[in-house]
Structure formats: C-alpha cells, structure tokens
C-alpha cells in the first residue's frame, strides 16, 4: 500500500554546525511520514481506547546524499501487512527539486499489548485500512 506522500523542510535546527541534517533526525522524518499515515485514516497512537501500542522491532537505515539547511525533501512510504501484529514500511527520503535519492529506510513496526508488552493483532480499522488500501 502506497501512503499520501510526506512534505519536509529542513530548517536550522535539523542541522548540524555544517549545515547538514543531523543523522538521527532522518528518523524523525521517517517517523513524521509513518504518524501522517496514520492520522490520514483516523487511527490514533493516544487513544485511551485502544489496547496496544506501536513499537519498532526492527531498523534499516542507509544514507544516501545529505541533505542541507533549506532543502525541501518528500518522504514516499510503503507499507505492508507481515502479520495481524506487524508493519513492514519502506521509505524513501527524495529532494522534491530533483527527486535524488537522499536516505532509505525499512522499518518494521510490531504491536504490543499495553499491559504484557506481547504481540497483539492490529486494532480492526487498521488492518482494514492496509488490506483494502
């Protein structure tokens, strides 16, 4: 499934005394795109309601071109249903003026039980929303 794309500035405070983004910041990015995806379906990480939270099980980052102060970048995300319990999502982080690659991510996103900590199925309304999107 294919998410709406993630429109990114990077301002000063992204950057590091050089001018280029700071490598844990590329994550946050990632991280903005992935939340998005789910605001974009109504699916809430803070509802009281629900019964589980997200976690990252897993982590691939690679750096490709860096990015600078004042760049604009556009995170494309994948995501695809490994299991009732797990998200894989591949991200590609590009310069909207050129679309180059700037760093790539796969990122795989379990969820847990907020009590035991241990695997749960997704909530109905996201698998919903992954199987018919």
Known sequence: MRCNNFNIKVFVED???????YHANYLKYFERARSQFLNDYDISQVDEQTKGLFVIKDLFIKYVTPAKLENELIVITDVSLKSKARLEFNQNMLFSNNTQLCCEARIDVCYVDKQSKKPIAFDDRLLEVIKNG
């Open 15 to 21: 950057t590091d005394f050089q001018g280029y983004v």
